[in-house]
Structure formats: C-alpha cells, structure tokens
C-alpha cells in the first residue's frame, strides 16, 4: 500500500487548505479498520504528529493545531482529509499520511509516500 497525498500549496496566513490522502493499492477490508494518521515535516527536522482518526472516526490532534485542523476519513473511498483552518507560517511543511498503530501515532505501517508541501506565506 503506498499513501498519495495531495492538496497542498502556498496560501496566505489565515487561509485554509484541505489535504487528501488516498491509500492505493489498498483494499476496503484492510483500510477500515486502520487508524491513520498526518504528519509534517520541515527541513532538518522530525516528522512530526498532527493528527489521528480511529476506525470509528475518534480524533486526537496535536496541541499546536487544535481548533484549527479537522481530520476525517471515507472508508468507501479509503481516503482521508485534513481540514487545515486559520493557517500560519509556521504550518509550512510537508504533510504526510500514514496507516498507524495506535491513536499516539506510534508504529508507522506503510512505506511514506512523497507527501504534499503546504507554504504559508503572506
């Protein structure tokens, strides 16, 4: 299964963007019951946890983003979004998805895909 994700952009502080993440190869039996999380990345940094959804779509986020962002997912379509609101610089990254093994983010399951880059600038 490799994740695609897509959306990203440059946008102005305080604009929104709306990243998707589709899990090809992926078939509906083995997505659904995944919890699948994002994650971003800035240059010689970590990669680090914005947000999880559970098979029963529970949410955790990071506290850096809460109010703001809006995970969910279409299991028919084994896709999952990220609602980003009230951007700010320091939201510029790469976002990446991933199937993971807990809401904590913990245990990456897929190989990473080539993620989407997400520039907030005026």
């Known amino acids: 299964v490799q994740p695609v994700e897509s959306g990203g952009g440059l946008v102005q502080p305080g604009g929104s963007l709306r990243l998707s993440c589709r899990a090809s190869g992926a078939i509906t039996s083995v997505f659904n019951p995944l919890t699948m999380a994002w994650y971003r990345q800035t240059p010689g940094k970590q990669r680090d946890l914005v947000a999880t959804?559970?098979?029963?779509?529970?949410?955790n986020y990071a506290d850096s983003v809460k109010g703001r962002f809006t995970i969910t997912r279409d299991n028919a379509r084994k896709t999952v979004h990220l609602q980003m609101n009230s951007l700010k610089p320091e939201d510029t990254a790469v976002y990446y998805c991933n199937a993971v093994r807990d809401s904590n983010g913990s245990g990456v399951i897929w190989s990473w895909g080539r993620g989407t880059e997400v520039t907030v600038s005026s």
């Open positions: 959804i559970t098979r029963s779509s529970a949410s």
